[in-house]
Nanobody, 126 residues
């Protein structure tokens, strides 16, 4: 297991920005796939963005052009711009040690196999 710890959540006005961070500890070699998920009350979990250790990224259509995922070794970031109220959710960092994000049917289908952080709340007001 790779302990993951998210930070940077909080409140923002619509149109504003927030930056989320996720730090990992316990491994000295690169985690293969890292990703952000989110879940709002009463809604299904959504895979927001992912990044492989080679830098390949993918984004949900709902955040393309507004969010940017990046990583520095095994630390993960999510820059969120042009925030909308529908971005309000608990945001979770997730990691898969050995398989790439694109492996098989993709990282979103393997959420239950990934290691998760405890989450950080993002609230966007209109």
């Amino acid at each position: 297991q790779v302990p993951l710890s998210e930070s940077g959540g909080g409140s923002a006005q619509a149109g504003g920005s927030l930056n989320l961070s996720c730090t990992s500890s316990g491994f000295s070699y690169p985690i293969s796939c890292m990703a952000w998920f989110r879940q709002a009350p009463g809604k299904e979990r959504e895979g927001v963005a992912s990044v492989d250790k080679d830098g390949s990224t993918s984004y949900a259509d709902s955040v393309k052009g507004r969010f940017t995922i990046s990583r520095d070794q095994n630390n993960l970031s999510l820059e969120m711009n042009s925030l909308m109220p529908e971005d309000s959710a608990m945001y979770y960092c997730a990691a898969e040690l050995f398989r790439t994000c694109s492996y098989g049917s993709g990282w979103r289908t393997r959420a239950h196999e990934m290691t998760w952080g405890k989450g950080t709340q993002v609230t966007v007001s209109s």
